[in-house]
């Protein structure tokens, strides 16, 4: 099982990024998934999570700006990130968790620049 992500670059304070993540291989059912995220020095905090269903969650952070989506055919999840503030600065990572157990992307970095 693998994730990729991206969609990550560089872009000014108030601009708009969307991310992009891919799971592959064989996999019966995706349960939630998630886009996290590690500013330098900082610990992985989560940003967004969205159930199977749709149900979506924020960190007080993101909410009002950035918005998580899924395509359960596609097996992907997407995250919008408008009015992006230079402390939205990180590496992010998408995870997705499965019947036992869970995965994570290699991460896709993203600078906001004042």
């Known amino acids: 099982v693998q994730l990729q992500a991206s969609g990550g670059g560089s872009v000014q304070a108030g601009g708009s990024l969307r991310l992009s993540c891919d799971v592959s291989?064989?996999?019966?059912?995706?349960?939630?998934m998630a886009w996290y995220r590690q500013a330098p020095e900082k610990e992985r905090e989560s940003v967004a999570v969205?159930?199977?269903?749709?149900?979506?969650t924020y960190a007080d952070s993101v909410k009002g700006r950035f918005t998580i989506s899924r395509d359960n055919a596609k097996r992907m999840v997407y995250l919008q990130m408008d009015s992006l503030k230079p402390e939205d600065t990180a590496v992010y990572y998408c995870?997705?968790?499965?019947?036992?157990?869970?995965?994570w992307g290699q991460g896709t970095q993203v600078t906001v620049s004042s």
């Open positions: 995870k997705a968790w499965v019947p036992r157990t869970s995965y």
């Open positions: 291989g064989r996999i019966v059912r995706i349960n939630d």
């Open positions: 969205i159930s199977s269903g749709g149900t979506t």
